[in-house]
């Protein structure tokens, strides 16, 4: 057999079915990580019962969230290193039956603790299903088709919250009624069991498995390897620049649900879905942005540029106005739509940062590592929640400096405008 030198090597067909998979994918993807931002008050009030209090419902929120990060930083980095291995197809199909089975236990939970450990376990395919779906998506299109197509992947998570938003305000999630959402999330399962009986593999990989012999094989698969010789810049470069939105999400804007919650849940149970719906429904638009603004005036620039905005509507949003208030929920649209110009930016960039052999392994490590400093973020902002005397804005507020960072971090990023995937 011959083997695959051309994106062309796929039909249309089957790129568009590659495509549609991993923008699904990324949607339940989205829906996971959504879930525990409407429901965590809800499950945390219902498993403790008369034991609980504010401060322990966002304390074991943080929890939650760290959890979920620690799992998909670990799952994200041997899951895309799975992909380099095996093929991207077979690492995403794993990915998504590993976070929606596990989702679908937590509908049988008895305390936190069992809910915290599942939280870890769906972490670990939310972690693999990013690295492997962006990696297998670049490698199938054209290069003139890739801001457009990474625009559609980045938009994918924010549909995914976007609907969850929509579903539970219809539907809302209360402490007497929350084990039915965790049901529903095992659905996804279906998805990984069609990836992997039916969904093509990259001609790309496949090339370069034939390209290559077993002791590069060998070497080009193993995780040490990104942190060594000419790799190594790139792999910390990677991890520094999606740590920021990633952070800066977790440990900062996603405080805005709870805090949601907490001031006009009691007048208004779905207030928190409709918080979360005018978030997700600026991210969806931001997030399908990100990729071609980055095409329209650099990778560099507009990274900068989304990073001052990040930092400046994350920071508004907790100290110039409150939930409840007529602006807070279109400067939440507003936060939504910019923060997340990142995630698009990076299924464009970072599939370009490192060769086809270790791209996934690569991408998984940025976006994972990456994780790991957004689990130590939102624990210590747990910690600064309780120091702050359950003050949200504050919390909030404090966090969104992290989007700052950016603005540096950006500088020492390589220029990959002209590089062909």
Request: hydrophobic residues 50%; aromatic residues 12%; glycine residues 12%.
């Amino acid at each position: 057999m011959t083997a695959p030198t051309q994106h062309s090597d796929l039909s249309s067909t089957a790129r568009v079915a590659v495509l549609a998979a991993a923008f699904v994918g990324l949607a339940f993807d989205g829906i996971e990580l959504g879930l525990m931002p409407v429901a965590s008050l809800s499950v945390t009030h219902g498993l403790l019962g008369d034991h609980y209090t504010a401060a322990l419902g966002g304390a074991w929120f943080a929890r939650f969230t760290a959890a979920l990060m620690l799992g998909a930083a670990v799952g994200g980095s041997l899951l895309g290193n799975l992909g380099d291995r095996v093929g991207r197809t077979r690492a995403m199909g794993v990915s998504v039956l590993f976070y929606s089975l596990f989702a679908g236990m937590g509908a049988f939970v008895q305390s936190c603790e069992q809910m915290l450990a599942l939280r870890f376990l769906v972490g670990l395919g939310i972690g693999g299903m990013w690295p492997n779906g962006v990696a297998l998506v670049a490698e199938c299109w054209p290069n003139t088709s890739r801001p457009t197509v990474s625009g559609v992947l980045g938009a994918g998570i924010n549909v995914g919250i976007l609907f969850l938003s929509q579903l539970v305000r219809v539907y809302p999630i209360t402490p007497n009624s929350w084990r039915w959402i965790f049901g529903l999330a095992a659905v996804p399962a279906i998805l990984g069991l069609l990836v992997l009986l039916f969904l093509p593999e990259s001609p790309k990989w496949l090339r370069s498995r034939d390209q290559t012999g077993p002791e590069k094989k060998k070497a080009t698969h193993s995780l040490q390897e990104m942190f060594r010789g000419k790799l190594m810049p790139l792999t910390v470069v990677g991890i520094l620049l999606a740590s920021v939105p990633l952070v800066g999400a977790w440990a900062g804007s996603k405080w805005m649900i709870p805090w949601a919650d907490s001031v006009g849940g009691t007048l208004h149970p779905g207030y928190k879905a409709t918080t979360q719906g005018w978030w997700a429904l600026g991210a969806t638009i931001g997030s399908f942005l990100g990729a071609p603004l980055a095409a329209w005036i650099g990778r560099r620039t507009s990274y900068f540029l989304i990073s001052l905005g990040a930092a400046s509507l994350t920071w508004s949003m907790f100290k110039l106005t409150a939930p409840l208030d007529p602006s807070f929920l279109p400067i939440v649209f507003a936060q939504g739509m910019v923060a997340t110009l990142y995630f698009g930016w990076l299924p464009l960039y970072l599939p370009e940062l490192f060769p086809v052999e270790v791209r996934a392994t690569g991408a998984g490590l940025s976006m994972n590592i990456g994780r790991f400093a957004t689990a130590g973020g939102v624990l210590a902002a747990g910690s600064l929640f309780v120091w702050f005397d359950s003050d949200y804005s504050a919390i909030g507020a404090a966090c969104a400096l992290v989007y700052a960072l950016g603005m540096l971090v950006v500088f020492w990023a390589p220029n990959t405008e002209r590089q062909s995937i």
